[in-house]
């Protein structure tokens, strides 16, 4: 049995840790506004942005959801953050500009390390003005790019095509490729939410039924990789209603009918999905990007396709 | 703050008057409360609910002018439903309040701005909690106990947010907390259980949380019962006698029910004249010729059966006489606003970084949000409080330990049992998880009551150690400083965060930037756009096309009445159609954001409102 004693000094002691959990938290509260970055601050980061940055360049925010620097950051340089960036490879880009608050709470420093360190290479020490941290890197995932559909859209030809080879023009008014039906029926490069990243890609809704819509384009080059990246945007992936169909996205060789990429996104499947095929050496080619859902219900698509070179890997 | 060190009381299910003094204190907490509130209101937005609230209680209003003006008109079906239709989804109480207030203050007398005027009864009814708070808190444990559960509850700053709100869930926790007060004090006088009963009705008028009440009170009721009549035979076979009425009652419902082919044709049969009518008046009559029987066995057996029968009597004649809206048609609207809050959707909620849309639900949501959110100074004690409890109470089943401890009162478990109550129904897998904390509001007020209790005994501990060095010590030396280091951090959180309820986090959390980056809602309900109305009225050309994301239409023409956003600017739905966006960042609603950028051609704001970093509100404008 407890001694008496022991038992009356309880109450002591849960006051005691109750009291030290208040000073803690006081002292959290007192020191939180000297762990935030000023406008100044801010500035002096897109000062050096302004100064140092190359075209192609883009910035990196950690904590991802860090968006306040938008406001500062100048309008030419990228700047990413959403869920789950700290591991994205931002191929376009040769370089990225991290700007990170590492003194915020729960900053995990380590995990992000982990999540974007391989395959990059620091350039320079880490700047700090005030709180925020700056630091360029080499990226080593970068991927050249050749050519890129939402890029060249302007330029493709867009149509409707039933299963038996018919075609019905979706004809281009300067702006996007528009076909005949209802008004999500077009083909242009346009902002979307896919899973939370931000893609700037091509809008192409299935037309439902076996019909494709197609984008032909001409010029593609050879021997290097032709990538398919898209998914079905905003809150649309989630749902696995059975009513729903999968859809299709896909690349065919338009000379010769060879199927090079095909992507199915079954309902529910969330998320950027991605194929991949080397093109053998050869002449430039067209190609025909397509998607298909039996039911168009719900199946808002954009993704984009193309042909890159192998990640560069960092320099020793 | 007189005495503010107490021993704890210890005290078996009986309730106990307050003192005068103790009456004095919860009047000043009430209007400390109220004062606080009323003052500090303007800077808070309207939410989506608010403004739909605002506008219901403009109509029912209308229908009050009738009634002055046209009574016969106004008891018609069709006057009825055209006031009374609108978001008949959720009972009158309080709507009907906000309306007579707006009523009054703004449209007859003028004294304050529309928004103000429907708010006073909600601040009326959230400063209830404080003096409620401490009432019960210090008749259980003692004044340091009520003090400290009075003044942390408003400190917790996603109940302050709720409290300035012209919406419910303040009010249904304090609802809650005065049937449960009532209930208690239904145990040394046979009015406080009519008063029960009433406040029960009130309650369930309020808000449908309070619909589970008689399930959490009723065993309570029983095990007095039985304590009390032990070694009074007639008084326990008249409450047998009682119980059997009840449960007779329930079985003849099943039995029609079963009879009349299942729930649909049941509700169909309803009727005035029907034997659903027959059962529930032979069941008030009954309950009234039998109380009044036991009256003159055992007044204490009649005490604690009384609140029973006042909650099943008056609970639904009151329920139905505060709503015109079911006066000529009780049992289907009746019947429609139970399944609308059975069946209710569920909203896309962000969650230690995963959206959910849809059950199950994590078991643990409830306490881990609730750890999130109660700034950590005040929910340490609510833990070690409940703790306490709990564990005094494990303790005392066995032989062994029973001597370690002290056994827990019925009260004590009355307040522990309440406590838990919302906070288990919402942690049901199936249950909408939306709404941040408001949900389980009424166990915050019995949480904090707890907390207050264990702060009390550690004051006391301390005093008792310091007077026995120093036996001039005053009590005060002690209670100040623990309050103070308490309740300061909440406070600086509290005003760090204010207006901004819904995105309040605590120090477990890291604040709003440890809470952005476990991957933790945001915010929602929109109210946070007042962070950039200051701006969009400085630079929105004349005429505007504003697109406020997720703020409501009404909310929209809320701010422009009171002032808060230029009247010549325009809503639009669209980016598309906007010069200007405010999009209010949601994990679901990225998507919005990268519309903005396709519409405007730009991924650069122009301003925002970012709290601790986190981006709330995000402001474009339409490059020129």
């Not at chain 1, 406001?71 to 931002?90: H, I, K, Q, R, T």
């Not at chain 2, 009814?125 to 008749?139: E, I, K, N, Q």
């Not at chain 2, 529930?280 to 609140?307: E, I, W």
Request: with cysteine; hydrophobic share 50%; glycine share 8%.
């Amino acid at each position: 049995m407890p001694s008496p004693k022991a038992l009356r000094a309880l109450p002591l002691v849960e006051l005691g840790a109750l009291l030290l959990v208040a000073l803690w938290c006081l002292v959290f509260q007192l020191r939180l506004p000297g762990r935030l970055p000023t406008d100044a601050d801010e500035r002096a980061v897109a000062d050096v942005l302004a100064r140092d940055a190359r075209p192609g360049d883009a910035v990196l925010l950690f904590p991802w959801w860090t968006e306040r620097a938008r406001l500062f950051v100048p309008p030419s340089v990228p700047v990413y953050g959403w869920l789950e960036s700290d591991g994205a490879d931002l191929g376009a880009h040769p370089r990225i500009w991290v700007l990170g608050q590492p003194e915020l709470p729960r900053s995990d420093v380590g995990a992000f390390d982990a999540a974007f360190l391989p395959g990059r290479k620091a350039l320079n020490p880490e700047a700090r003005m005030g709180p925020l941290s700056l630091r360029l890197y080499e990226n080593g995932r970068y991927r050249p790019r050749h050519w890129v559909a939402s890029e060249a859209v302007s330029a493709a030809r867009v149509y409707l095509e039933q299963p038996d080879g018919s075609r019905r023009d979706c004809p281009f008014d300067g702006k996007v490729h528009r076909c005949p039906g209802p008004p999500h029926l077009y083909v242009a490069p346009e902002w979307h939410e896919i899973l939370y990243e931000p893609r700037h890609c091509l809008w192409m809704h299935a037309p439902g039924g076996a019909q494709r819509l197609v984008a032909e384009f001409a010029n593609v080059p050879s021997g290097m990789g032709l990538r398919l990246e898209g998914g079905i945007i905003f809150e649309f992936a989630h749902p696995k209603d059975p009513r729903l169909s999968t859809s299709y996205l896909g690349v065919d060789d338009a000379a010769t009918g060879e199927r090079l990429l095909n992507v199915p996104i079954p309902p529910g499947r969330e998320g950027v999905q991605k194929a991949e095929v080397v093109l053998p050496p050869g002449p430039p080619r067209t190609v025909k990007v397509w998607v298909q859902a039996d039911n168009a219900e719900s199946r808002q698509v954009c993704l984009d396709v193309m042909a890159l070179e192998p990640a560069v890997g960092v320099r020793p | 703050m007189t005495a503010p060190v107490q021993a704890p009381v210890s005290l078996p299910l009986t309730g106990r008057p307050a003192t005068r003094e103790e009456k004095l204190t919860a009047l000043a907490l009430w209007v400390l409360a109220f004062a606080a509130l009323w003052s500090t209101e303007a800077a808070v937005g309207f939410t989506r609910d608010e403004s739909v609230y605002f506008a219901a209680a403009e109509g029912y209003s209308q229908w009050f002018r009738l009634l002055l003006h046209s009574p016969a008109q106004a008891f018609t079906d069709s006057a009825i439903v055209r006031a009374w239709d609108y978001n008949h989804e959720h009972p009158v109480l309080m709507k009907t309040l906000f309306g007579l207030s707006h009523l009054l203050f703004h449209d007859t007398l003028g004294l304050m701005r529309d928004a103000t005027a429907y708010r006073l009864p909600a601040f009326a009814m959230a400063a209830l909690v404080p003096a409620l708070c401490f009432l019960l808190g210090s008749a259980l444990y003692g004044r340091t106990a009520g003090w400290f559960a009075a003044l942390s509850f408003l400190l917790v700053p996603r109940q302050y947010f709720n409290a300035e709100l012209a919406c419910f869930d303040l009010p249904v926790a304090a609802m809650w907390l005065l049937v449960v007060y009532c209930f208690w004090r239904a145990l040394e006088s046979t009015r406080w259980g009519i008063a029960c009963g009433v406040a029960f009705g009130l309650a369930i008028a309020t808000k449908h949380n309070a619909l589970f009440m008689p399930f959490v009170l009723s065993p309570f009721a029983l095990w007095r019962a039985w304590q009390v009549s032990e070694g009074v035979p007639e008084a326990r076979v008249r409450a047998v006698r009682f119980v059997g009425l009840y449960a007779a009652v329930a079985v003849l419902y099943g039995l029609l029910v079963v009879f009349l082919g299942g729930p649909a044709a049941f509700q169909k049969k309803f009727l005035l004249l029907s034997p659903h009518t027959l059962f529930f008046v032979g069941l008030a009559v009954g309950s009234g010729v039998l109380l009044r029987d036991l009256k003159h066995v055992s007044l204490p057996v009649t005490r604690a059966l009384v609140p029973l029968a006042a909650m099943a009597v008056l609970g639904p004649v009151l329920f139905y006489l505060h709503w015109p809206y079911l006066w000529h048609a009780p049992v289907d609207r009746t019947a429609w606003y139970l399944a609308f809050h059975a069946t209710h959707n569920h909203y896309a909620w962000f969650y230690l970084g995963t959206l959910m849309r849809g059950p199950p639900f994590p078991l643990t949501y409830v306490l881990v949000k609730t750890a999130l959110t109660v700034p950590t100074s005040l929910f340490a004690p609510m833990v070690t409080g409940f703790v306490a409890l709990v564990g005094r109470a494990l303790l005392s089943l066995s032989a062994r330990t029973r001597e370690w401890v002290r056994m827990p009162t019925a009260s004590e478990a009355l307040v522990g049992v309440n406590a838990v109550t919302s906070i288990l129904i919402i942690s049901h897998p199936q249950v909408p998880h939306f709404g941040g904390v408001k949900h389980w509001f009424p166990s915050m007020t019995f949480l904090g009551i707890l907390a207050g209790a264990a702060v009390a005994r550690g004051c006391f501990a301390v005093w008792e150690v310091l007077k026995a060095r120093r036996p001039s010590v005053s009590p005060l030396a002690v209670t100040v400083p623990v309050f103070a280091l308490l309740l300061v951090p909440a406070l600086l959180g509290s005003v760090r965060v204010f207006p901004y309820g819904t995105a309040a986090y605590s120090e477990l959390a890291g604040g709003l930037p440890g809470a952005a980056t476990l991957g933790m809602q945001r915010q929602f309900w929109s109210s946070h756009v007042t962070g950039v109305l200051p701006w969009i009225n400085e630079h929105a050309k004349p005429g505007a096309r504003i697109y406020l994301h997720e703020v409501n239409g009404f909310s929209f023409r809320d701010y422009q009445r009171n002032g808060m956003l230029r009247p010549d600017v325009r809503p639009v739905n669209s980016p598309f159609d906007a010069d200007i966006v405010a999009y209010q960042y949601h994990q679901e609603f990225r998507e919005h954001e990268f519309l903005t950028w396709q519409a405007f051609g730009t991924r650069t704001p122009v301003t925002g409102l970012y709290l601790d970093e986190t981006p709330q509100v995000i402001v474009y404008q339409r490059p020129e």
